[in-house]
């Protein structure tokens, strides 16, 4: 980062403590009056969002996490079905009693049988964030989040348009609308809606 003024290397390295511009640019030392417009501008200067890029670059290689493992990740949670986790069923049983008609009456109860944990696969089980049992004995079985987890992964892709168009890291190329649609189209967006 020897390219930037101190003020700028100080911004880059706390921008990527929290992603929150405006508050980086305080910890800067940028003043908090200001700091909102500075922020903005510094992630928009070609060498602090290079430099910005370079350390999410050297971040992902020490750690090991790729933007395709996260989407990877994400996947899992999105594409998750509670099928592969459990089983359920509706049993009718007669009761032993008879209605007026001599007809004999059935009562209806509800099963719900967990898989076993070596039963369910690796995607299932990251999908899975709780596994609990009531007083009575009922399990519960929570998983992540889909609709969050698609969500994001579809932002990834560049999927949805926001109120500006998205761009990589390079701060160039902007998202293209999906194939046959224009750019006046209604692209993505249709999809939420």
Partial sequence: MTDLTDKQARFVREYLVDLNAKQAAIRAGYSPRSAEVEGSRLLRHPKVSAAIARERREVSKRTGITPESVVSELAKLGFSDIRKAITWRSNVT???????????ATRVTNEVTLRNSDDIDDATAAAITEISQTKDGALKVKLADKRAALVDIGRHLGMFRTGSAPSDESGEGQAKPPAGKSSGDEGWDGLLQ
């Fill in 94 to 104: 007669e009761t032993g009693e008879e209605d007026e008609d001599g007809v004999p």
